[in-house]
């Protein structure tokens, strides 16, 4: 850990931001009080409308290292950190949402862990929280994901990832608005054949009901796209994939709030 705080700017952390002002002063804070402090922020603002943009300046403001970018237009969240990574140096890139919250060893433990083991990327389990802070259940991740299993269920938690910087100058998200991470994992599985674990709740993921995540039909019409087009599967095949994705994500709130 002593070797890690030695170091300059090891991590960047990316964020898009689009109208979360109920919850994005948390987010921040939990950045705030991490182990590990030599991060960059980069926080990408993503709403044409201005108003919450003095809000989130001043969230950021005692942050030391930060970068904040306006789009000129609203891009979403995949594209949105597209840009973050296109200003990210360094070693490793994380991602959070705007919503949601880190345990205050997240960076250092996470990090040490990838260091320790060589892994270019690792998650980690998490907890499932409510709009009042409230732990109403929690998500226990497989140390080892290959690509058959990911194709099944994606078990990853966005705000959980670090990356290796290396690998995100192939590989991006792309434009879908609910299964854009989804789409850079089955990338990034390809090319590393197993994704690690970190059986540790490192992250809090924040669960709303107006979120884009949140609505069945947006989900299952990307859902049906990243088969399809992204991956290339026929359309009955990936008519297949869509109702196993599906049945596999009953399955796992089945486990996270039982």
Sequence with gaps: MKKLLNK?????IIIPYHKKKDFFS???????????KNYELIVIYDDINLDEISYVKKQIKQIKNKKLIINKKNIGPGLSRNAGIKLAKGRYVSFCDADDTWKKNKLSYQINFMI?????FSHSNYNIIDFKEKKIGNFKIQEKIDYENLLKSCDIGLSTVIIEKKLLNNYKFCSLKTKEDYY???KLVKELKILYGIKKYLVNWRSLENSLSSS????IKDAYKLYNYYENYNGLLS??????LSFYSLIKKIKIYS
Excluded: A, D, M
Excluded at 26 to 36: A, C, R, V, Y
Excluded at 116 to 120: A, F, G, H, S
Excluded at 216 to 219: A, V
């Design 184 to 186: 850079l994992w089955l």
């Design 26 to 36: 948390l987010t921040i804070k939990s950045i705030k009080n991490q182990i590990l």
């Design 8 to 12: 300059k700017v090891l991590v960047r």
């Design 216 to 219: 069945k039909k947006q989900r």
């Design 116 to 120: 320790k083991n060589n892994l270019k």
């Design 239 to 244: 008519f297949y994939y869509v109702l196993r």
